[in-house]
């Protein structure tokens, strides 16, 4: 992986070969499987240590996939990577420990948003239900992923709350995660990204926006959610991103009050061709 993995999903790492660059090991490996990716630049640091001549099987659900593998498993209508490679699994007739149960219950419970997004079909719930009988740990995973916050993450909560503000309307909400806030409450950016979902939860708000100061000096990373048909892929992927048509996101660079008015007058485009 080339980030840290996020506090709340700890629980379910193996204990044995995950690796985080750059402590990935300098193997040459003749297949390589890339998961939840809709581009290589995706993979970032890891995509250089990748051979010329490797074999990439590419497996993903994002509708800004560009099939850029010499095998594409990505199915647009797939709920979670988790649930294609669950497919998978059952056709090619590999067994589903409570370990691999409990991995792919997390890609299916966080990526539907605990069964509340569009995505939640019939299927979804059967694909629950079943790894559920093999023994994913689904009231663990409820407990880790969404009910144990550390306090400087409550603090930090606190912070971005003060920074929401609305647009068009009441239409469009904001919310701001500075560097500065990072350092104040030693919080990881990786442990940021439910942030993501606050504004879209307003009543009355159609597109939700997380500003993330990066890192890297003037990147910004944008995390948008939507609903009422309004389509934020289209606006992450003018800016080399992508994601779902209700969930995308994008880095762009550029001063953060700067990058802010830039997608702002994107989405309210969006808005207005809604109209």
């Given at each position: 992986?080339?980030?840290?993995?996020?506090?709340?999903?700890?629980?379910?790492?193996?204990?044995?070969?995950?690796?985080?660059?750059?402590?990935?090991?300098?193997?040459?490996?003749?297949?390589?499987?890339?998961?939840?990716?809709?581009?290589?630049?995706?993979?970032g640091k890891v995509k250089e240590i990748i051979p010329?001549?490797?074999?990439?099987?590419?497996?993903?659900?994002?509708?800004?996939?560009?099939?850029?593998?010499?095998?594409?498993?990505?199915?647009?209508?797939?709920?979670?990577?988790?649930?294609?490679?669950?497919?998978?699994?059952?056709?090619?007739?590999?067994?589903?420990?409570?370990?691999?149960?409990?991995?792919?219950?997390?890609?299916?419970?966080?990526?539907?948003?605990?069964?509340?997004?569009?995505?939640?079909?019939?299927?979804?719930?059967?694909?629950?239900?079943?790894?559920?009988?093999?023994?994913?740990?689904?009231?663990?995973?409820?407990?880790?992923?969404?009910?144990?916050?550390?306090?400087?993450?409550?603090?930090?909560?606190?912070?971005?709350?003060?920074?929401?503000?609305?647009?068009?309307?009441?239409?469009?909400?904001?919310?701001?995660?500075?560097?500065?806030?990072?350092?104040?409450?030693?919080?990881?950016?990786?442990?940021?990204?439910?942030?993501?979902?606050?504004?879209?939860?307003?009543?009355?708000?159609?597109?939700?926006?997380?500003?993330?100061?990066?890192?890297?000096?003037?990147?910004?990373?944008?995390?948008?959610?939507?609903?009422?048909?309004?389509?934020?892929?289209?606006?992450?992927?003018?800016?080399?991103?992508?994601?779902?048509?209700?969930?995308?996101?994008?880095?762009?660079?550029?001063?953060?009050?700067?990058?802010?008015?830039?997608?702002?007058?994107?989405?309210?485009?969006?808005?207005?061709?809604?109209?």
């Amino acid at each position: 992986n080339d980030s840290p993995i996020p506090q709340s999903y700890k629980f379910v790492i193996p204990a044995s070969g995950l690796y985080i660059h750059p402590q990935i090991p300098k193997e040459q490996p003749e297949v390589v499987f890339t998961l939840d990716c809709p581009t290589l630049e995706r993979l970032g640091k890891v995509k250089e240590i990748i051979p010329k001549d490797a074999i990439i099987i590419n497996i993903d659900h994002h509708i800004s996939n560009i099939n850029f593998g010499n095998i594409n498993f990505v199915t647009e209508d797939m709920c979670s990577t988790g649930a294609i490679l669950l497919s998978l699994f059952k056709d090619m007739n590999i067994k589903i420990t409570p370990d691999i149960a409990t991995a792919l219950y997390v890609t299916i419970i966080t990526d539907t948003g605990r069964f509340t997004h569009s995505n939640t079909t019939p299927d979804v719930f059967k694909a629950a239900a079943f790894l559920i009988e093999q023994g994913a740990k689904h009231l663990e995973i409820s407990k880790y992923v969404y009910n144990t916050n550390p306090l400087n993450l409550v603090h930090l909560h606190a912070k971005v709350l003060n920074t929401l503000k609305l647009y068009h309307g009441n239409r469009i909400a904001t919310i701001r995660i500075t560097k500065e806030m990072l350092e104040k409450t030693n919080v990881s950016a990786i442990d940021t990204q439910e942030l993501a979902d606050i504004p879209i939860s307003i009543d009355g708000v159609y597109v939700g926006v997380l500003f993330r100061e990066m890192t890297e000096p003037n990147w910004v990373k944008i995390s948008m959610r939507s609903r009422n048909g309004i389509d934020v892929n289209n606006v992450a992927t003018k800016y080399g991103g992508g994601g779902h048509k209700y969930a995308a996101g994008c880095e762009i660079k550029g001063k953060i009050e700067d990058v802010q008015k830039l997608i702002l007058n994107e989405i309210e485009k969006s808005l207005l061709k809604e109209k």
